[in-house]
C-alpha cells in the first residue's frame, strides 16, 4: 500500500490521535523529550502505535516530532539514531495491516529571520537530515507549522531529497492567522505551487472551532484537505480538553460537506477519538468539490487577487536612476527597503523588484533584497531578472507566491524559465517577443502570448498563472504601434483568457509632460482589459487613474476605496505648518521633513552642498544634540530632527551623483550589532546621526559574526568600528569581536555602547571609546576624523 | 485578552521623558504608533502551578526538567510551597511593525518600540490578575524572570518547553536564549498560602544596577 492507492481506494483516510498526551499518560514528564523514547522506551511506542491502529488508523505517525539536531540536543541522542528507531516501532505495530508510517516533522523549535535569527538555508539543513534519516517511512508530514517560510524550507528539502508524498498541516488560531500571520489562502497557494500531495490543518483549536478555517481552506485548494483537530480547547490550569469523543465526532462530521477527506486528532484525543471517528466515516461518501482557483499571488500574510486592476510598483529598479545604482553598490538595503515603504503606502499592491546592474553580484543582491523586503512589507513580489540562476535564488527563499518576469516566446526563455516556474510555484509574466524581436502587429504578438501559454501548460502551469506582456513602445518612436499593443492585450485578455500586464511609463518616453500621455495610455489599456500596469504609484495621477477606473467601472462599490483616498480628511497631515518663512534649521529643529526636502531643493540652486551640510545642517543638529544633553529636548525629538536632516541629505546626495560630483563623506565607519544580539534599534540610531554628519555608514545589521567585521574592516579600509550589544548575555560577543580585529592587526579604533555596556567594561575589553548614547558615538567620530 | 490602550506614560518614561510631558508633534506619533501596534498586537499566555522543591543551589520544578539555579530565585521563594511559571508575548506581526519603522522613520520605531515594551508588561499586568483571581486564597510574589539576579538566562528555552509555549503561544528563544518575538516575557510566580513580604523588590535584587538607565538619571524603572 502506498498513500496515493490508500487515497483512491478508500473514501476518507483516518489518520492517528495525540502522541504526546498518550506518552505523558505512561509517565513522560512535561518539557522532557518525547523522541527520546523511541529508544528509551520503544514499548510504549508500539503499543501507542498499535491502539491507533486498532481503533481505525490508516496512517500512524512515527514519534519524530521534534527529532531534530536542535531539540535532540538536550537528550545526547542523534537524528541518525532517533528517527530509524522511531520507524521501525511504529513498523512493528502496523505487522500484517495496511497502516502507513509517517515521518512526522513539526518546527525545528527556532524563530527564522528575520523575527529569528535563524537563516532559511540553516533551516534546510535540519529538515534535510530527518528525511533523509527517515527514507524507510511511506509518506512525509509536516505538522503544526505557524510558518510559512520554514514549511517552505522544509517541502523543499524533502522534494530535493526523497519521492515520498508530502503532506502539510499549519496551526491556525481562530482569528484565521498562524501565529506568525500566515494566511489560509497564502499557506493554500503556496504549498499547492510547491507541489505537496495533501494540506490541511492541525492543532491549536478543536473541530468545532476550526470549521470556518477548514471551510476557507477548501475555497483555496484542490489538493485533498486533512483536519487533524485538538480535543477542543485546554483548560490552562488542568491542560485538560473540554471534547469528548462523541462532540470531536459529532463535529468532525460536520466538515465533511466542506470537501474533507482526511481526519484525525491532534492534542487531547486518544485511540476513543480515534475509534469513533472512524466508525462514523464507515459507509459515508466523501464530498468532491473541483473550485476554480482564483489567479492570486501571495506574500506569506497577503494574497492579492488579479480579479481588478492591481498596481505593480516599477521603483525598485536601477535602470537610469543614479541614487539607486550608488544604493546597490555600496550594499544599502535601507534605500532599497524605504522605496519599498514609499510605493506601499502610494498604493501598490505588488512590488517588481530588479536588482541587476554590471558590477555587481546579481544573485546575491537579490537574495538579500527578497529576504529584506518581505521582512517589512506584506505585498507579494515580483521577482523581474533576466538571468534564470537569479530568477531560481529569489524563487527558494521567497515566502509566499510570487511572480516572475519574465519569460519570452522564444525557446530558450521557455525551456530556462518555465521549469522553475513550475518547480517553486509561482505565477509568470510572459513577453510577446521571441528570436526576432517584438512583432509589429497585434496579430503576431497574440500569437506568441498563445505559444507562451501552450508551452506553460506542457510544463503543467495552471492557465491562471500565466500574464501576459503585450510590450509598451515609445509612442514617440513608434506611434504607429500604440494601438498594436492595445489591440493585442485586447485579444489575449478576450481569446485567451489570460490576466494581462504592461509596463506603462515606457510610452511618454521622450515627450512633453509625459504624465498626461502616460496617464492616457494607461486608461486605454485598463479600458481593454489591463490587469496588472506596473507604474510608478508615488505619481498621484498614474495611482489615481488607476483608482478612479475602479470607481468607473464599477469595480470600487459605493467608491469606497477612492473617498477613502481623496475625500478630504486626510489633507491634515502631520507635517502641515502654519508658519510660511520658515528656513532650513527651523525645518530641522520642527521635525518637518517636506519642508527640510523642499528648501534644500532650494537651496542647491544658489550654494554649493558643502556650505549647507556645514553651515546649515550640522550646525542645526549640534543644536539639537546639546538640547538633548541638557535634558530640554528627549529621545524621540533628537530622532526627529535627525530624520528631517536625514531626508535633506538625501536631496544633496541625489544631486552630487546627477551633477557627476564625488559624493560627500567624511569618513567611513562601520557599525555592527554583535554575534547573538537581535536588539538593534540602538545601532540604527546611531546609524541615523552619524550619517547625518556626513560620515559613511556601512551597517552590518545585527546577530553579526566576529570574522564579518574583521573583513569588512579590512575590505573597506574602514579605521572606525562601532559595536552594539544589549544583552550581558551577548557582551561576549563584543569582546570576542574587538579581540579578532586585534588579533588580525585591523588598523581600527573601536568604540563600543548599548544598555549593558559600561565604560569600565568597554576598556576591560580593549575598546578604545566608550559611547553612553547617539550623540556621544557622534563626538567619537568627529574626534577621530578631525571634523 | 485584549488590549484596549497602551500606557502612553509608561512608554514616555522609556523614551526618556523623564515625566515631562511629551512635546505635541511627539504626541502625534505616540498617538498613531499606538494605533498601528493595537492594530497588530495579539497577546498571547500561557501558565502552569507547579509545586516546587527548593535546594541549597536553586529550586527544582516538580515533575519537570527545570531546575532553577541561584540564590536570589531561591530568595524570591522563600516561604512558597508553589509556584507559577508563565509565558507571554504580544506576537511577531509586532516585530514586523517595528523593521517596517525602522526602515521608514526611526522616530516612529523608537516611540513603537517602547510603547510595545510598555504593552508586553500590560500583559503580564493582566496574566498576574488572573493568576490571582484563579488561585484565590493564595498570596504571590512579584514576577522572577530568567536572567535577573543570579539566575540564569540558559534555562529560557527548557522552560519554554515546560509550559510547551513555542506550540501553544508561539514563543522561542534563541540559541542565545533570547526570546523571540522579540516583545515577550517568561516569568516565575511564587504562590504561598501565607502572607510574605513584598519589600525584596528593587535595584538591590535587579542584576541591571550597574547599567540601569533610569538609575543614571536618579529614576526608578518601577520594578
Known amino acids: ?787 | 485578552m485584549k488590549l484596549e490602550r497602551i500606557n502612553q506614560q509608561e512608554a514616555a518614561r522609556y523614551m526618556g521623558f523623564r515625566g515631562n510631558k511629551p512635546d505635541k508633534k511627539t504626541q502625534a506619533v505616540i498617538d498613531e504608533c499606538e494605533k498601528a501596534l493595537l492594530d497588530v498586537i495579539n497577546p498571547k499566555f500561557v501558565y502552569r502551578l507547579f509545586g516546587i522543591i527548593p535546594r541549597d543551589n536553586g529550586i527544582e520544578i516538580l515533575g519537570t526538567p527545570l531546575f532553577l539555579g541561584g540564590k536570589d530565585i531561591c530568595e524570591h521563594l522563600k516561604g512558597c510551597s508553589r509556584c507559577v511559571l508563565f509565558a507571554a508575548t504580544i506576537s511577531a506581526g509586532v516585530d514586523k511593525l517595528l523593521r517596517a519603522y525602522e526602515a521608514e522613520d526611526m522616530t516612529k520605531a523608537v516611540v513603537s518600540d517602547c510603547l510595545a515594551s510598555a504593552a508586553i508588561e500590560q500583559v503580564c499586568d493582566g496574566v498576574d490578575e488572573i493568576v490571582k483571581e484563579k488561585l484565590t486564597g493564595c498570596y504571590q510574589t512579584w514576577r522572577f524572570s530568567p536572567g535577573y539576579g543570579d539566575l540564569p538566562i540558559s534555562v529560557q528555552r527548557t522552560f519554554l518547553d515546560v509550559l510547551n509555549a513555542p506550540k501553544l503561544i508561539g514563543l522561542n528563544a534563541t540559541e542565545n536564549n533570547i526570546l523571540t518575538p522579540r516583545k515577550s516575557v517568561t516569568a516565575v510566580i511564587g504562590i504561598s498560602e501565607h502572607e510574605i513580604s513584598k519589600g525584596r523588590r528593587g535595584c538591590a535584587s535587579c542584576n541591571m544596577r550597574n547599567v540601569c538607565q533610569f538609575r543614571k538619571r536618579g529614576e526608578h524603572c518601577g520594578f
Open chain 1, 1 to 787: 500500500m502506498d498513500f496515493k492507492r490508500l487515497l483512491n481506494s478508500k473514501e476518507f483516510v483516518v489518520l492517528d490521535g495525540a502522541m504526546g498526551t498518550m506518552l505523558q499518560a505512561k509517565g513522560l514528564e512535561m518539557g522532557g523529550t518525547p523522541e527520546a523514547l523511541n529508544i528509551d522506551k520503544p514499548d510504549w511506542l508500539t503499543d501507542i502505535h498499535r491502539q491507533y491502529i486498532e481503533a481505525g488508523s490508516d496512517i500512524v505517525y512515527a514519534n519524530t516530532f521534534g527529532a531534530n539536531r536542535f531539540k535532540l540536543k538536550k537528550c545526547g541522542y542523534t537524528v541518525q539514531q532517533v528517527i530509524p528507531a522511531a520507524i521501525e516501532n511504529a513498523r512493528k505495530a502496523c505487522e500484517d495491516t495496511d497502516t502507513l508510517v509517517a515521518l512526522d516533522i513539526g518546527p525545528i523549535g527556532q524563530l527564522l529571520e528575520p523575527t529569528g535569527t535563524f537563516t532559511f538555508e540553516e533551516a534546510y539543513d535540519v529538515y534535510k537530515e530527518q528525511i533523509v534519516a527517515g527514507s524507510s517511512a511511506d509518506l512525509i508530514v509536516f505538522e503544526t507549522m505557524t510558518d510559512l517560510y520554514e514549511l517552505k524550507a522544509a517541502v523543499l528539502a524533502a522534494r530535493e531529497n526523497s519521492s515520498l508524498p508530502i503532506l502539510c498541516t499549519m496551526t491556525f488560531e481562530e482569528n484565521m492567522r498562524t501565529f506568525t500571520g500566515v494566511s489560509i489562502s497564502s499557506m493554500a497557494l503556496t504549498l499547492e505551487g510547491l507541489g505537496v500531495d495533501a494540506v490541511g490543518v492541525n492543532c491549536s483549536l478543536g473541530p468545532k472551532e476550526l470549521y470556518p478555517v477548514v471551510e476557507e481552506l477548501c475555497k483555496w485548494t484542490n489538493l485533498p484537505v486533512i483536519v487533524k483537530p485538538n480535543a477542543g480547547l485546554p483548560d490552562p490550569v488542568t491542560n485538560e480538553y473540554d471534547c469528548t469523543p462523541e462532540e470531536f465526532t459529532e463535529f468532525a462530521e460536520k466538515l465533511i460537506p466542506l470537501g474533507v477527506r482526511i481526519l484525525g486528532g491532534c492534542c487531547g484525543t486518544d485511540p476513543d477519538y480515534i475509534r469513533k471517528l472512524s466508525e462514523m466515516l464507515k459507509g459515508k461518501k466523501r464530498v468532491n468539490i473541483i473550485h476554480s482557483i482564483p489567479a492570486a499571488c501571495c506574500s506569506a500574510t497577503h494574497t492579492v487577487e488579479i480579479d481588478q486592476p492591481r498596481i505593480i510598483g516599477e521603483r525598485i529598479n536601477p535602470t537610469g536612476k543614479k541614487r539607486f545604482k550608488e544604493a546597490l553598490l555600496s550594499n544599502d538595503i535601507d534605500y532599497i527597503l524605504g522605496q519599498a515603504i514609499e510605493q506601499v503606502h502610494a498604493g501598490a499592491d505588488i512590488l517588481d523588484v530588479n536588482v541587476g546592474l554590471p558590477g555587481i553580484d546579481e544573485k546575491a543582491m537579490m537574495v538579500k533584497a527578497v529576504k529584506a523586503l518581505q521582512g517589512v512589507v506584506d505585498v507579494p513580489l515580483q521577482i523581474d531578472s533576466t538571468i534564470p540562476e537569479v530568477l531560481e535564488a529569489a524563487l527558494r527563499v521567497y515566502n509566499g507566491k510570487p511572480i516572475v518576469n519574465s519569460v519570452n516566446a522564444e525557446n530558450g526563455s521557455i525551456e530556462k524559465v518555465l521549469p522553475l516556474v513550475k518547480k517553486y510555484g509561482a505565477a509568470v509574466v510572459g513577453l510577446t517577443l521571441d528570436e526576432n524581436g517584438i512583432p509589429k502587429t497585434a496579430d503576431k504578438r497574440f500569437e506568441l502570448a498563445e505559444k507562451i501559454l501552450n508551452k506553460a501548460l506542457e510544463y503543467g502551469i495552471r492557465k491562471e498563472d500565466v500574464y501576459i506582456d503585450c510590450l509598451t513602445l515609445t509612442a514617440s518612436a513608434e506611434q504607429e504601434g500604440v494601438m498594436e499593443t492595445v489591440n493585442a492585450l485586447e485579444r489575449v485578455k478576450n481569446e485567451l483568457g489570460l490576466k494581462t500586464v504592461l509596463g506603462v511609463s515606457n510610452i511618454s518616453f521622450g515627450l512633453p509632460n509625459r504624465e498626461l500621455v502616460s496617464h492616457n495610455f494607461l486608461m486605454m489599456a485598463l479600458t481593454k482589459g489591463l490587469d496588472l500596469p506596473i507604474i510608478n504609484p508615488n505619481v498621484d495621477a498614474m495611482t489615481g487613474a488607476v483608482r478612479s477606473y475602479k470607481l468607473l467601472a464599477n469595480i470600487d462599490k459605493n467608491s469606497a476605496d477612492y473617498i477613502a483616498h481623496y475625500g478630504g480628511n486626510n489633507k491634515a497631515t502631520a507635517e502641515a505648518d502654519q508658519k510660511t518663512d520658515i528656513d532650513l534649521p527651523y525645518a530641522i529643529e520642527n521635525g518637518l521633513k517636506k519642508e527640510g526636502r523642499d528648501i534644500t531643493a532650494e537651496l542647491l540652486k544658489e550654494h554649493e552642498p558643502m556650505y549647507i551640510i556645514n553651515e546649515l545642517l550640522i550646525p542645526a543638529l549640534d543644536k539639537a544634540g546639546d538640547q538633548f544633553e541638557t535634558g530640554k529636548i528627549f529621545l524621540p525629538q533628537l530622532i526627529q530632527t535627525a530624520g528631517v536632516a536625514q531626508t535633506c541629505f538625501e536631496v544633496i546626495k541625489n544631486y552630487i551623483l546627477s551633477t557627476g560630483e564625488k559624493t560627500v563623506s567624511k569618513g567611513k565607519i562601520i557599525l555592527a550589532t554583535v554575534k547573538g544580539d537581535i536588539h538593534d534599534i540602538g545601532k540604527n540610531i546611531v546609524k541615523v546621526l552619524l550619517e547625518n554628519y556626513g560620515y559613511d555608514v556601512i551597517d552590518l545589521g545585527k546577530d553579526v559574526d566576529y570574522q564579518t567585521v574583521v573583513d569588512c574592516a579590512i575590505e573597506n579600509e574602514v579605521h572606525l568600528v562601532g559595536l552594539s550589544a544589549l544583552m550581558t548575555t551577548t557582551l561576549v560577543s563584543m569582546e570576542n569581536t574587538v579581540k579578532l580585529l586585534r588579533e588580525n592587526n585591523v588598523d581600527c579604533r573601536i568604540f563600543v555602547g548599548g544598555a549593558v555596556v559600561t565604560p569600565e567594561y568597554a576598556e576591560q575589553i580593549g575598546a578604545d571609546f566608550y559611547a553612553k548614547d547617539a550623540k556621544e558615538s557622534v563626538d567619537i567620530a568627529r574626534k577621530f576624523f578631525g571634523n
